[in-house]
């Protein structure tokens, strides 16, 4: 199993955030966090460090459901997406496996949300493939 559903973009970075952005928000996902580790790599260590961003992706009404079957499922959500520069006008676009993220719980119901999970993470993906 894939720790995740990964594309790529040939457009800027900036622009690869807001179609990231868009494309979830297409299947109900928001964004609750970002992390910018270019700029946190560069405040904390000193040291330069391509363009990566982590966008903590949610959808409400799924994770309300599954934190009714489990609270566990709390230390896995958000969904993790990374938008990361690999080269001048190419960027890579990662989010996290929910079959891999939500299979640590043993809880059919669990696994039967992560598959509708893995689905509409499935078609952001495709979106921005195309």
Do not use: W
């Not at 040291?47 to 994770?63: E, H, K, Q, T, W």
Request: charge should be negative; aromatic fraction near 4%.
């Amino acid at each position: 199993m894939s720790i995740g559903l990964v594309t790529q973009l040939q457009t800027d970075y900036e622009d690869a955030i807001q179609k990231v952005t868009e494309a979830l928000k297409t299947e109900g996902f928001g964004v609750l966090t970002k992390i910018d580790f270019k700029a946190t790599l560069k405040q904390k260590l000193d040291v330069d460090f391509r363009p990566y961003m982590v966008l903590g992706a949610c959808n409400p009404s799924i994770a309300h459901r599954a934190l009714t079957v489990s609270s566990d499922v709390g230390m896995l959500i958000p969904c993790n997406v990374t938008v990361a520069e690999i080269a001048p006008e190419t960027i890579e676009v990662s989010i996290i496996n929910p079959d891999a993220m939500l299979g640590v719980i043993d809880d059919a119901e669990i696994h039967a949300i992560a598959q509708e999970v893995k689905e509409m993470l499935t078609r952001v993906i495709e979106k921005l493939s195309n």
